[in-house]
Structures are given as structure tokens and as C-alpha cells.
């Protein structure tokens, strides 16, 4: 699949833009400040129906402005259609072939997108949220369901960490209420945590190999997934739920003096071993970007299998983050196959025979020049 | 700009509406100054009549004009059945269908901890008297399709079951996430039949 093209109106610091790609390497390149990050970001927020930088949509809009909208056209599976997000002070509409959809989870999915910025090297260091985001949103455009049962699971942790406020404080005694919120609590969250492990099988499937061959064959990838109940990772729903009931039931007490839902997905993490030993506390620099790089190259593999197609790929800022070795990994990966929009201060910073080849579009100040 | 100050109220009035922004708000103020006099005072009363003479039927919840309400005394129902409803709409929206023929029980409401609505703050505690006094066999709970509306289902269901009345609730063809108002009449009456146990 890819973007044909793409129409940016009061988005960040494009006034009106309008530009055609092609369907293999686009290199962005300009000062620093100039737009190249929004540029990304539009791409991804036309898939994803929310920026990764922000969780204010607020800020997608110029300043000065009441409306941001970003609209593309895309080619998936022989097919050409139109995707459209718009944001206002009204809250924002997303529309796919013209035809606006009342939840997001009909609209993610239709335009797959991987991205790779700086901060996805933070992916193995950083905290548990970066890698239960990562896991959410791939799991999310592959099978637009699951966003539909983590909102209503989110919505019910929320509930429940009131209620559970509420019996703290004794301004209630109704522990019936909490056994509700507990089942509806147990029943989606085993619907996540089961898909959580489905997707994990495949996403070691297509890691481990890459990064063997990344090391050069020296470095053995293993992917954990860390609960904050006990249950393994060949459970299946029955057994996820059972499990969950048991860990609420001996520990209702401490839920109510904690005010707070202790169990569940929204607790849940991802361990990353290499050749045994912990990425996060023992990995060296050069390993975590390895451990980083492999898993959002699975992620493209993955995708074409799930999907059918391969995804988009954005590069910002990160090809010069990676050093000549694993830039050329990188690379090879995608040549030819994989529509990429790489973004840098300066072409002298990527030697390889790809961006060569890639159309090149100069951004300043919010418009292309050339 | 600065309104005369009837102007103002008026506009200040219309924003209370739903759905209604500042600038809706003053469009309808001046349409409502170009109005015939006559016209206007109907609107009035009427306003102030549905306030005034609408009241809740103290026996199901139901919004009426005279207590108990129509269908509370209309005495060829079935009194054997609750339909058990968020809001006087749904109320309204089950009678269009004309496909049921039992009593309602308007909640005015789900329970939500978040928004500080608890189970007595909604009309769950009259519903258990109803249940203790009058010959009820069957409960069916409508709430609406979303956590709230499901939750406010498991609990009553969770209170009423030692009881022994059969409790259903309606399932099939709702949209999950859903208000039950917005559901077409074919959809919900699927839903009725598509009841299931609880
Ligand atoms: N809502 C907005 N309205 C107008 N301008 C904005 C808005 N949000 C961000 N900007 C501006 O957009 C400019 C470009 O930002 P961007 O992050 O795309 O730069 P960049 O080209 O990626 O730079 P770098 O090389 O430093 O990463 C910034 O100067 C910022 O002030
Ligand atoms: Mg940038
Ligand atoms: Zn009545």
C-alpha cells in the first residue's frame, strides 16, 4: 500500500499543502524547525486518528485557526480511496471513502503505518506505557476491534478506580457495585491480554530471525510478557479470566486501601532478553537500538503477513541516529517494497543507493520549495 | 457587542439547550423578536406548561400529567412483566414498537461512580419495592447497550435474583456503545426477541 497523496490545510505550520508521493522512497529534508516532523506526523495521524507526540488535538491546529484537516489518498489492495481527518473545537470526524465513521475502530486499520522516530529507541529503556503503546497500536490497525475493547476496558478501570476511591473513603459500602465492575473488568480484559499473546507469537516470529541477523548472528532475542497476575502465556480466555478472578478476589482489601484497580493490562509490561539477560537493566546502548530496530522491522514483516500489504514507513530523524551498519539493515529491509518517508537536516548523512533513488522534497517555514 | 439586556437573557436562555452554541443561540433570539406576539406567547406557555403540569408517575418513573401514569393504569397490561429503562424516551421509543404489553420501570439514569451517581441516586431502590409488593414474574432490562447501561443491568439482576423473578436483558441488534433512542424500531424489537437470561 501507500499514499498517493496528501492535503494538509491549517495543519501545525502548513497554511494549505499539497503534494503528490512516490510509491517508493520520499526523503524530507530542511533546517531544523521547518516542518519535517509535522510533515510525519500528518501521515500518521491520518492512520492512527491521533498524533503520538500529543494527546491534545488541540495542538494539531495552526495557531490562529478553528479547524486542522489532513486528507490522503490511498492505494490499498488494487484499490484507490480517500481518508480524511478533521479536528475542531467541536472534537474531531474521521472519514474513509467519504464517508464519516462514528468509532475509530472502522477507521484505524485502513492505512497501516509504522513509524520510527528517536523516541523508539526509548522503546526498551523507557517505561512500561511506551511498550504497552507500542503493542496497543500494532495490534490496533492490524485488528481494529481490539481499540474498540480498550476503550471500553479503559472506561471501566475508570469506574472502578472511582468506586474503589469511593469505598476508601467510606463515602460507600456497596461492594456488590465493585463485584460488577470487577466482571466487566475481568471480561475485556482477558479479550486483551488473550490477543496480547497472540501477537506476541507473531512478533517473535519475525524479531528473533532479524535480529540474529542484525548481530550477526552473536545475539539471541528473547520477548517476555510480564502480567500482574499469574498466568502463562499459552492461557487461553477461560483460563485468563479465571485467573483474573482469583487475583481480585484475594485482594479486594488492598484494592479499596490502594483507591485503585491493581491487576489488569493497563499493569502489564514487555521484557526484552538478549542471550538471557535483561535488555533494560544489562543491554548496552548499541544492543537496545538493535533490540528497537528489530522489533519495528518485524513490525513491517509482520504487517504484509497480517495484512496482506506492507505498511508505511517513517523514518524522522532516525536513520542518522543509527550507525552505518544497522542504517544499511534498515535499508535493505525495505528497498523496493516498502513506501518510506525519511526525514534529515541533510543528505550527506544517508549514503545508500535508496535515497538516491527517492524523490526529494526540500521543506522551509511550512511549504515545499522544491 | 453589547445586547440590550431582554436580548441577552433570551440568548442567555437558549445556550441552556442542548446542542445549542453562542451563535445558534443569538440567531434564535433574533428570529424569536420577529415573531409574530401571538406566537411567542403560545411558545411561552407552552414551555411552562410542560414544566409545569409533566410530572414523574410515582409508580414507574415515567414522565406524565396525571399519577399514576396511562400505562400504570391501564388495566388490560400484563402486570407480570418489568421493562426496566434509562429514560422516558425509551419509554416512548418500546411504545412506538407496540410489540410489548408489560409495565416499565424508568431509572432516569445509569449508575456511574465517575459521575457520582450511585445506585440509590437513580430509581433502583423504588424498583425493589415494586418488586417486593407487587406480583412481578418477570424483570427485562433495557439499559442502554454501553458500560454504564450493562453495569446498571448486572446489578440490579445481581440484587433481584435470589428473588426468583426471571430476569432477561435485550441484546441482539443494538449497537455496542450505542443509546437505545437511537436504535430503529426493527433493531429494537429484534432486541426483544433476542432477550436473554441473566
Ligand atoms: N499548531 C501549530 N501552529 C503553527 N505552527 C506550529 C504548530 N505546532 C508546531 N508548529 C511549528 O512547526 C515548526 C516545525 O516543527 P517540526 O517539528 O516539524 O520541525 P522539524 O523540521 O522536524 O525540525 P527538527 O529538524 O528540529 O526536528 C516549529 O517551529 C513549531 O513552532
Ligand atoms: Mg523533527
Ligand atoms: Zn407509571
Known amino acids: 500500500m501507500y499514499i498517493k497523496d496528501l492535503h494538509l490545510t491549517n495543519y501545525r505550520n502548513y497554511q494549505d499543502l499539497q503534494l503528490s508521493f512516490a510509491d517508493k522512497v520520499n526523503v524530507i529534508i530542511g533546517e531544523n524547525a521547518q516542518g519535517k516532523t509535522n510533515l510525519m506526523e500528518a501521515i500518521y495521524v491520518l492512520a492512527f486518528s491521533k498524533s503520538y507526540r500529543t494527546s491534545r488535538d488541540k495542538e494539531l491546529v495552526q495557531w490562529e485557526q478553528n479547524y486542522a484537516k489532513i486528507k490522503g489518498t490511498v492505494f490499498k489492495r488494487n484499490q484507490t480511496f480517500p481518508m480524511e481527518m478533521q479536528f475542531s473545537t467541536k472534537g474531531k470526524i474521521a472519514k474513509l471513502n467519504h464517508m464519516e465513521q462514528r468509532r475509530l475502530s472502522d477507521y484505524i486499520g485502513a492505512l497501516n503505518v509504522v513509524m520510527f522516530a528517536p523516541e523508539d529507541l526509548h522503546l526498551v529503556k523507557g517505561s512500561p506505557q511506551i511498550r504497552r503503546r507500542f503493542i496497543d497500536m500494532e495490534i490496533g490497525q492490524i485488528q481494529p476491534v481490539y481499540i474498540y475493547h480498550l476503550g471500553q476496558y479503559q472506561k471501566i478501570v475508570k469506574q472502578r478506580n472511582h468506586l474503589l476511591k469511593n469505598l476508601q473513603r467510606r463515602q460507600t459500602n456497596d461492594r456488590t457495585m465493585l463485584e460488577v465492575l470487577t466482571e466487566q473488568l475481568i471480561e475485556h480484559a482477558a479479550i486483551i491480554v488473550e490477543k496480547r499473546f497472540v501477537f506476541l507469537d507473531l512478533l517473535r516470529k519475525w524479531a528473533i530471525p532479524i535480529h540474529q541477523g542484525i548481530s550477526d548472528d552473536k545475539e539471541r532475542l528473547t520477548i517476555t510478557y510480564f502480567s500482574s497476575i499469574d498466568v502463562s502465556e499459552t492461557a487461553e480466555r477461560e483460563k485468563i479470566k479465571t485467573s483474573y478472578q482469583s487475583a481480585f478476589m484475594n485482594n479486594m482489601d488492598k484494592e479499596i486501601e490502594r483507591g485503585s484497580t491493581l491487576f489488569g493490562p493497563h499493569r502489564d509490561d514487555l521484557l526484552f532478553f538478549v542471550n538471557d539477560k535483561d535488555v533494560q537493566t544489562y543491554g548496552s546502548q548499541g544492543q537496545q537500538r538493535t533490540t528497537a530496530l528489530s522489533l519495528k522491522l518485524a513490525e513491517i514483516e509482520l504487517i504484509k503477513s497480517e495484512v496482506g500489504e506492507y505498511p508505511i514507513l517513517l523514518l524522522d530523524d532516525v536513520l542518522s541516529e543509527l550507525d552505518h551498519y544497522r542504517q544499511s539493515h534498515l535499508l535493505h529491509t525495505i528497498q523496493g517494497k516498502v513506501q518510506t518517508f525519511v526525514s534529515t537536516t541533510s543528505v550527506s548523512d544517508i549514503q545508500h543507493e535508496t535515497i538516491q533513488q527517492a524523490e526529494l522534497f526540500e521543506v522551509k517555514n511550512g511549504t515545499i520549495i522544491r | ?198
Open chain 2, 1 to 198: 457587542m453589547y445586547y440590550p439586556e431582554p436580548i441577552s437573557k433570551l440568548i442567555d436562555s437558549f445556550t441552556k439547550l442542548p446542542g445549542i452554541g453562542p451563535k445558534t443561540a443569538v440567531r434564535l433570539a433574533f428570529f424569536v423578536l420577529n415573531m409574530k406576539e401571538d406566537d411567542v406567547l403560545d411558545f411561552a406557555k407552552a414551555l411552562v406548561n410542560a414544566k409545569r403540569e409533566l410530572s414523574h408517575c410515582t409508580t414507574c418513573g415515567h414522565i406524565t400529567d396525571q399519577d399514576p401514569c396511562a400505562i400504570c393504569q391501564d388495566e388490560s397490561r400484563n402486570n407480570t412483566v418489568i421493562c426496566v429503562v434509562q429514560d422516558p424516551k425509551d419509554v416512548i421509543a418500546m411504545e412506538k414498537m407496540k410489540e410489548f404489553n408489560g409495565r416499565y420501570h424508568v431509572l432516569h439514569g445509569a449508575i456511574s461512580p465517575m459521575d457520582g451517581i450511585g445506585p440509590e441516586d437513580i430509581n433502583v431502590p423504588s424498583l425493589l419495592t415494586r418488586l417486593k409488593d407487587e406480583e412481578i414474574e418477570e424483570l427485562i432490562l433495557a439499559t442502554n447497550p454501553n458500560i454504564e447501561g450493562e453495569a446498571t443491568a448486572m446489578y440490579i439482576s445481581r440484587l433481584v435474583k435470589p428473588s426468583g423473578i426471571r430476569i432477561t436483558r435485550i441484546a441482539h441488534g443494538l449497537p455496542m456503545g450505542g443509546d437505545l433512542e437511537y436504535a430503529d424500531e426493527v433493531t429494537l424489537s429484534k432486541a426483544l426477541e433476542g432477550r436473554r437470561e441473566l
